[in-house]
């Protein structure tokens, strides 16, 4: 290792490519780190954190309404747009900070400029070429939009943490959780939100029951939400943009927010040229031990396009670093019951397998299911429900998905898949006691399941 600059060079600052370069350096290796935007990646800057706090100013509106329930006047209220983005983004600004102390205390070298691959053990960064015995690829992903007539005036995720004007009427057009979550937000800070959606129902791959749910609730809330439909194309007009939509109809909108996927950020990296396998999606094809067609090439997180999560991405390069620098972990790395939330309103938490997916791969299946309204709102008067769900392997009693839609759905989840992941029994969750009173109990108080078709013939 020697004979090179470096033991390990990182492309990209984002979660993945910190805690990689962060644990290899601590274990001993020569790392260096390159970045050409900002430090913390997606998450921090215009992803997870900034979208969170946007979450938390979005619920105010219904709070004041839900107090006077409870006895309280609020008095006359206005929200400024412009406070808001500024706080955020010294919030941001700071972690930006802490992300790049926490590579200079851990000694690695930091190239705050762009990096491309220029061969098997060769960087090329700000200007000049560099060595290193492991490249590390982790350049996360970047926002998609479909090739369609003005494209050039839609909005992309990243735009709407510094927009100058808030847009009264919004059009978000797409079905993954990012789509639901700004239609959310956006409606929750007072704008006309129409939500588009080309498929016949929106967060695929998440419990049919958490999707319908979710849906009833966003359009009680005033969400008006769409489904087989696509947008043909925009056009600007003087005051405002024009969605052409394939049934023939047209909406005009003040922002038109394309909100259609991600996909991973390869392009330009000289990853073909030096030899590295992309798939059809153009992400970095892997092995279980994160390595390229090129052994010296290695990458994590949403570049390989496996679990676009920020743990999975940290927990990817947390394996890696130990595994090329430290005790080699005894097992790939595991994704099996990985918790995750979305922060649409209300809130979505899961973890394990959807009803579909344990019916087909265990067979007989138990499903326990509560729908409720919470405590607070049987005195504010707010409409919204939530939604408690367990799927239960009958063979060996073990709850293999736990989903829920309501407030803290994440915070609650995160306690339950520590319980899956040590292969928890629904009798064990039977014979927990419950906090009371609380929404999690419910977790622990569901005796009866319910019985869907088909069920009898599957015993």
């Not at 960087?123 to 015995?133: C, H, I, L, M, Q």
């Not at 982790?138 to 709407?160: C, L, N, Q, W, Y």
Request: hydrophobic share 45%; net charge negative; with cysteine.
């Amino acid at each position: 290792m020697a004979n090179h600059d470096y033991d390990l060079f990182v492309i990209g600052a984002g979660s993945a490519g910190v805690r990689a370069a962060r644990i290899a350096a601590q274990l001993g290796a020569r790392v260096g780190i390159a970045e050409d935007r900002f430090f913390g990646g997606t998450c921090v800057n215009i992803g997870c954190v900034p979208k969170k706090l946007f979450v938390y100013a979005s619920h105010f509106a219904e709070e004041f309404e839900d107090a006077a329930g409870f006895g309280w006047t609020v008095g006359e209220r206005s929200f400024d747009w412009p406070t808001l983005v500024a706080n955020k983004s010294a919030e941001i600004e700071r972690l930006n900070g802490v992300y790049e102390r926490i590579l200079k205390n851990a000694g690695v070298t930091i190239h705050q400029a762009r990096a491309t691959v220029a061969g098997p053990n060769a960087v090329r960064v700000g200007g000049k070429a560099v060595t290193a015995e492991h490249i590390l690829v982790a350049t996360g992903g970047k926002p998609f939009v479909p090739e369609i007539r003005g494209r050039e005036h839609a909005a992309i995720s990243d735009d709407m943490f510094y927009l100058e004007k808030f847009p009264q009427r919004i059009v978000v057009v797409g079905g993954g959780y990012i789509a639901v979550e700004f239609a959310g937000i956006m409606r929750g800070l007072g704008a006309e939100v129409t939500q588009l959606y080309r498929g016949p129902h929106f967060l695929r791959g998440f419990d049919d029951d958490l999707r319908h749910f979710l849906c009833d609730e966003m359009r009680k809330k005033g969400i008006e939400i769409r489904f087989n439909v696509t947008v043909e194309c925009i056009e600007k007009r003087s005051k405002d943009f024009c969605a052409e939509l394939d049934d023939g109809t047209e909406i005009a909108a003040d922002l038109i927010l394309y909100a259609t996927g991600r996909v991973p950020n390869t392009e330009g990296l000289g990853l073909k040229e030096a030899g590295v396998e992309l798939d059809d999606n153009a992400a970095i094809v892997v092995d279980k031990e994160f390595g390229s067609s090129v052994p010296s090439i290695r990458a994590v997180g949403d570049v390989i396009d496996r679990v676009q999560l920020t743990p999975v991405a940290l927990g990817e390069g947390m394996w890696l670093a130990r595994h090329l620098f430290g005790a080699a972990p005894a097992e790939p790395f595991d994704y099996d019951n990985i918790p995750s939330a979305v922060f649409s309103q209300p809130a979505l938490g899961t973890v394990g397998l959807t009803e579909a997916a344990a019916r087909s791969r265990h067979g007989a299946v138990d499903v326990y299911v509560s729908e409720f309204t919470p405590l607070k709102h049987t005195l504010s008067g707010n409409e919204e429900r939530t939604l408690m769900k367990l799927v239960v392997d009958k063979a060996s009693d073990r709850v293999v998905g736990a989903h829920m839609a309501g407030p803290d759905a994440g915070e609650i989840i995160q306690g339950l898949a520590i319980a899956m992941k040590m292969g928890a029994t629904k009798a064990q969750f039977d014979a927990t006691i419950g906090i009371h009173p609380t929404a999690a109990e419910e977790f622990v108080t569901m005796r009866e399941p319910v019985v869907r078709e088909g069920d009898e013939a599957a015993e």
